[in-house]
């Protein structure tokens, strides 16, 4: 049986990849341009905020960022006094992360722009196809993380 030849723009893992960095790029300039935040900062301030504080390890496992990209961030928002660390009271080698009262002020401010900003890129689909759309993702990332041999 002849295998059929490998096409890029057929490749999906590729057009996913493209697909992504696209919208990925709509937001980042989006934030950067309205708050001044990069993407990984702005991941970093919505995982606080939906859970009351994480550890650095515990945003990087949330949002499948690396511990350098997790930690530059993390500097970044303390030095803008957006976040404020303490001890981990479970672990003496890490701290605590949490927003400031600054930090819940802009997560404020940012939330319903995003929402925005979703609702925009994904204006294209219908509900029912939206709603495929997320099952698909949520199947494929399974499916991805099993195969690399990482699991949610």
Do not use: C
């Not at 980042?28 to 650095?56: H, K």
């Amino acid at each position: 049986m002849a295998r059929k030849p490998l096409r890029l723009d057929q490749f999906m893992p590729y057009r996913l990849s493209v697909a992504a960095n696209r919208v990925s790029g709509a937001v980042a300039s989006a934030y950067d341009r309205l708050f001044a935040l990069s993407v990984p900062e702005w991941r970093v301030i919505a995982v606080l905020a939906e859970s009351e504080g994480a550890t650095q390890n515990a945003i990087g496992q949330k949002t499948a960022m690396d511990k350098v990209t997790v930690s530059r961030a993390a500097i970044s928002l303390a030095g803008r006094g957006l976040i404020e660390r303490s001890p981990n009271p479970r672990d003496g080698r890490s701290h605590m992360l949490s927003l400031s009262r600054e930090g819940r002020n802009l997560y404020r401010r940012i939330a319903p722009k995003a929402l925005e900003l979703e609702a925009d890129i994904f204006s294209v689909l219908s509900q029912e196809d939206l709603a495929r759309f997320r099952e698909a993702l949520d199947h494929v990332a399974r499916k991805a993380a099993e195969l690399s041999g990482k699991r949610d």
